[in-house]
Structure formats: structure tokens, C-alpha cells
Nanobody
Framework: QVQLVESGGGLVQAGGSLRLSCAASGGTFSNYAMGWFRQAPGKEREFVAAVTRSGHNTDYADSVKGRFTISRDNAKNTQYLQMNGLKPKDTAIYYC??????????????????WGQGTHVTVPS
């Protein structure tokens, strides 16, 4: 089984930056595409970003494009989400996920096999 552990969440002021990390263990990290999802109170879990197994290609939700950057370091079994220009609407629990499914389905929850426990990101108004 693959275990994923997020870290780096916290409270930042609007316009600030934060970097989330996701450490993977229990599997072959490079076999999985990786993604970030988030869920705000009372809302459905939504796609944020994804990166291919090699790290050569990425995809972003329109709401974060130009502000967030996803990356991975296969040697460290870790993926990252650099968040810049944070807004109150970014407040959510952020989840790391690992996918063995098709890249074309990268924005769907069902494409991912393993999930972390989540880390809180709060951006006050």
C-alpha cells in the first residue's frame, strides 16, 4: 500500500505564499502520476493540479493557473505544491493523491488510488 503524508499547511495573509509537501512511501513513487485536490467546508473536493510520472507535464485548474506550481522529486519520493498570490477562496483542506489511471482522467477523483490525510490552508479575508 502507498502512504501519503502532507505537510506545510498553515495560515497566511492574502497575497502570501506557502509550499505544501507530500511524502510518499510503501510503493514505487515513479509509477504514479501525482495530484493535489482541495475541499472547502460544505463543498465538493475539487482538482487543483497534477503532474505526470516523469514530472515532464503538468495540469492546473483554471482557478489556480498562474499562481500555483506543482512539482515532484522522484529521488526523494516527494511532490510539492508552491502556492503564490493566495486568496481567501483558496482556504481549504489540501489533499495529496497518487494515480495509476489514465492521464486524461487526471482532474477526476476516481483516477486516484491513494490519498493523504490532508493539510489545512487558511487565508483570512
Amino acid at each position: 500500500q502507498v502512504q501519503l503524508v502532507e505537510s506545510g499547511g498553515g495560515l497566511v495573509q492574502a497575497g502570501g505564499s506557502l509550499r505544501l509537501s507530500c511524502a510518499a512511501s510503501g510503493g514505487t513513487f515513479s509509477n504514479y502520476a501525482m495530484g493535489w485536490f482541495r475541499q472547502a467546508p460544505g463543498k465538493e473536493r475539487e482538482f487543483v493540479a497534477a503532474v505526470t510520472r516523469s514530472g515532464h507535464n503538468t495540469d492546473y485548474a483554471d482557478s489556480v493557473k498562474g499562481r500555483f506550481t506543482i512539482s515532484r522529486d522522484n529521488a526523494k519520493n516527494t511532490q510539492y505544491l508552491q502556492m503564490n498570490g493566495l486568496k481567501p477562496k483558496d482556504t481549504a483542506i489540501y489533499y495529496c493523491a497518487a494515480a495509476s489511471g489514465l492521464w486524461v482522467n487526471r482532474q477526476t477523483v476516481s483516477a486516484y488510488d491513494y490519498w493523504g490525510q490532508g493539510t489545512h490552508v487558511t487565508v483570512p479575508s
